[in-house]
């Protein structure tokens, strides 16, 4: 019998289950090195993209302006879809309504790769959504995170109507309202022109939300790489009007 067969046989000799599970767990870890090596050293696909938080959401407001004024900027779409095959990383991430009527990347005269947006009816930040807001921040380094919401808003309008008459929505809408309700049940006592104040106190509230989410998110805030911000969208115009 050879000697690595004679030690085999020896009990206990042999690799052990905690010895195998300590290999399989330290290998793992130099896989992720390795992986984590190979991403520092890969240059982003929009270099212009790397910003700090101030200035994402700076950039994000100059191209409001551009989009209000009608000047907005011709972007090469053909040659950013190759750039962006590989990768991404965006500048700005934006938790929008789904409103046909709203288009982060156009209100913000943004090209392909620019931002990572997020959209649901009312812009409320559901469990789904913090996790791919968490992604955009743990993974693609997003320094900042817009919400974005619209004035005459639909589903904050008939969140207003279900909790006033007490009804509810067909279908699936019901979640709809559950996600704006805190917002509107904070601004129904104010007298007149509850929609715009509760369209105004839901941006308010998901932004906070946003700010103290653990682990990733709030983590990121206080380490000042990340910083949330909201606004209100004019359909009129085109403009935001920052509120948070």
Do not use: W
């Amino acid at each position: 019998m050879c000697e690595i067969c004679r030690q085999a046989a020896i009990p206990g000799f042999g690799p052990s289950r905690r010895n195998l599970l300590f290999g399989a767990v330290s290998a793992m870890g130099i896989m992720l090195a390795n992986a984590a090596g190979a991403k520092e050293m890969k240059a982003p696909p929009k270099p212009q993209n790397v910003l700090s938080p101030d200035a994402s959401l700076e950039r994000l407001l100059k191209g409001n302006t551009r989009y209000v004024e009608g000047v907005s900027r011709r972007h090469d779409f053909k040659h950013e879809r190759e750039a962006l095959a590989g990768g991404q990383n965006p500048y700005a991430a934006i938790l929008s309504c789904a409103d046909s009527r709203i288009a982060p990347e156009y209100a913000f005269d943004s090209g392909r790769g620019d931002l990572f947006v997020c959209r649901v009816a009312g812009n409320f930040a559901s469990t789904e959504t913090v996790a791919s807001l968490e992604y955009a921040v743990a993974v693609l380094n997003v320094p900042a995170i817009l919400v974005l919401g619209h004035d005459s808003c639909g589903a904050v309008g008939a969140a207003i109507k279900s909790l006033a008459d007490n009804t509810a929505l067909p279908g699936h809408m019901p979640s709809l309202v559950t996600g704006v309700a805190p917002a509107v049940k904070a601004v129904s006592q104010e007298g007149s022109d509850v929609l715009a104040k509760a369209i105004r106190q839901n941006v308010l509230d998901n932004v906070a939300q946003l700010r103290s989410a653990t682990p990733i998110l709030s983590a990121a805030v206080e380490q000042g790489k990340l910083k949330v911000a909201g606004g209100v969208y004019r359909l009129r115009d085109g403009r935001v009007d920052m509120v948070a």
